[in-house]
Structures are given as structure tokens and as C-alpha cells.
């Protein structure tokens, strides 16, 4: 079965600096990824997402993820944090089992901002 | 309106009640889905719904009972809630169709459900 590890489940990083946030997956063919953000008490927000093609995706916000297979990692970066990206991030994958239309979500995580 | 949104926003129920919460999506997609959010827990997969049709129920008490009656509304429906029932529930549609490996997923607002 697919399965998504996010190894950080806290990041603080100082406004302006730069931010990768780290994914990878475990699955035997081309994945399907996807990025999502959360602010506290709402909903998911899909930043990005990766199906083929060009490795490097860019998405909303000034995030981008590139994708490698060679160490099954979907990075997200962003050059300049701003305060207001701070929130609980979460990687995904499409889950194959059942037919398709499922989502593999990792644990998230949790950047914090300071000013 | 546009996207999907989700009502209440927030629900304080007991026990004993029967509560429903409401999904709505905009975006003429054909599936739609329960989450469960829970506090240092991963995202869980409820339910999932395919035009109309349940397609996923993964393993969820019969306390927790959806219904979808069109592909634009889904429910939830609580009886008989316990404590540990307290989470955000999240809704999302999606395009829908069998196997479609780049269906994304597109995500509500979520509504903060207590239990006491």
C-alpha cells in the first residue's frame, strides 16, 4: 500500500527565510502528489500537485515542489517565508487500492513563523 | 457561492442527540468525501461517494450514517456520539469517476464537532 512520511512535525523558520518541507513516498509506479496547506480551524488548501511531466511544479501562494524519484521525495519549497504561511502542511498521495479516488495524506507539518 | 462549504461550522452536541452536519459542493464534481480530523492523529477516510453511489466506508461505526442524494450534497448524520467522536469533520469532492489516478481533491471548510 502507498504510504507518505513527513519527517519534520514541527519547523520554525524566521520571516524571509527560506523553507523546504520535506515528503516522500513509498510506491511502486508513477505517483500522483499533491501538497496541501491548513490554517488553524479550516479547511485543506491544495498548494500544488504533480502528475508528470516537469519536475519542478510550481503552485500557489510562491510554493513550488519538485519531484524525485530516485529518493521518492516531493519537497516543498518557498524562498521568503511571509508571517501569514504559517499553518500545518500535509503531502498526499493518490491511493491506487479500490480504484482509485483516495487520497494517502502523510501526518503533516506544523510551521511556525517567527517575526 | 463557490467551492465546497460545509454547515455548521461548529456543533456542541451530548450523547443522546441527533445532529447532521451538511456539505455543499459548487465546482459540478461527482464525488464527494468524509474526513475525520482528529488532534495528533493522521487525516482518516470516511466515506466516499462516486455519483451518488457509496464507493468507500472504511470501517466507520454505525453511529456515523452519510447520505448523499445528489452529487452536489452530502451528509452526515450523528446519533449516539461518543467523547472520543470530537474532531474536525472535513468534506471534499472531486471530479469523480473510477480509477482516475489525477482526481485532486478540493476541500470544505470542516466543521469543529464536540461530543460531551
Known sequence: ?115 | ETGVTQTPRHLVMGMTNKKSLKCEQHLGHNAMYWYKQSAKKPLELMFVYNFKEQTENNSVPSRFSPECPNSSHLFLHLHTLQPEDSALYLCASSQGGSGILSDTQYFGPGTRLTVL
Not at chain 1, 8 to 26: F, K, M, P, Q
Not at chain 1, 47 to 70: C, W
Open chain 1, 1 to 115: 500500500a502507498q504510504s507518505v512520511t513527513q519527517p519534520d512535525i514541527h519547523i520554525t523558520v524566521s520571516e524571509g527565510a527560506s523553507l523546504e518541507l520535506r515528503c516522500n513516498y513509498s510506491y511502486g509506479a508513477t505517483p500522483y502528489l499533491f501538497w496541501y496547506v491548513q490554517s488553524p480551524g479550516q479547511g485543506l488548501q491544495l498548494l500544488l500537485k504533480y502528475f508528470s511531466g516537469d519536475t519542478l511544479v510550481q503552485g500557489i501562494k510562491g510554493f513550488e515542489a519538485e519531484f524525485k524519484r530516485s529518493q521518492s521525495s516531493f519537497n516543498l519549497r518557498k524562498p521568503s517565508v511571509h508571517w501569514s504561511d504559517a499553518a500545518e502542511y500535509f503531502c498526499a498521495v493518490t491511493d491506487l487500492t479500490g480504484g482509485g479516488n483516495k487520497l494517502t495524506f502523510g501526518t503533516g507539518t506544523q510551521l511556525k513563523v517567527e517575526l
